[in-house]
Structure formats: structure tokens, C-alpha cells
């Protein structure tokens, strides 16, 4: 196994599949500052910034800035994690280091832009663009494994 991580594609896999990880990662400690910043918590104990029991009730609430930070991380998982694990298996197959490559950054951009969108509510179709695109790229890459390994 060794021979197949000094691979350049793995090398590369390695690399973007790190940095959209740490991105989806980052979303956590943004939807903390959303909720700190609108004074929005979802448990009591989360409001001890608030002076008397009426004003840590009011905390206790739904923002609509909070709720899209959560939306776009769950959106994340629901995206990323698909492309961690094909992207390895795409990358076991051995595909040209160029067309590796493409696929990688297309949709780490995709996944950037997607985030971008969705925190600054940018009118559609901007966003429903930027997840068609990582969609394809992860489904361009499923097709490869599975034309390159398929046993049935």
C-alpha cells in the first residue's frame, strides 16, 4: 500500500480532500459566531450573557442568519463526505494526474463558492449552480470507479 499513497493523484487527493475537511469543520465555530452575535441559543445554558432570567428566555430563540449557517453545514456533510470517500476510490484507480486534479478542484471550488452563497444569501441560481457542479464532479468520479472495478 505503501506504492499507493507516494502517488502524485493520491498526493492531491490527500490535499483537497484536507482542505475541504477543515472547511466543513470550520462551519461549527462559524454557526457559534451567528448564534453569540444574534443572541440566539438553542439551550438555556448558553445564555449567560444575558443579565435576568426574561432577557435568557428571549435568547432562547430561532434566527434566521443562525438557521442558514446550520443549513449550509449540514449541506457540507451531506456533500463532503460522499467525495472523501469516492475521491479515494477514484484516486485507487488510477486516473491521469490532470483530469485528477481537475476533478479535485472543481469541486473544493464548488464547495467554497456553495458556502460563500449561502452565508451571504446571494440570489439563486448561484448556489443550486455551485452544488450541481460538486454533484457532477463527485458523480464523474463514482462513474470511473465504478467502470474501472465493476465485478457484479
Known sequence: MAHITDTEVFQAFSTYATIVILKMMLMGPLTGYFRVTRKAFANFEDTHMGKTIEEKKRMIRVNEDVERVRRCHQ????????????????????????????????FVGSRFVHTVVYVMALPQPSRGLSWILGMVTTFSMAYRVLTTVLLL
Do not use: M, Q, W
Open 75 to 106: 449541506n457540507d456533510l451531506e456533500n463532503i463526505i460522499p467525495f472523501v470517500v469516492i475521491g479515494l476510490l477514484y484516486a485507487l484507480t488510477g486516473p491521469d494526474l490532470s483530469t485528477a486534479l481537475l476533478h479535485f478542484r472543481l
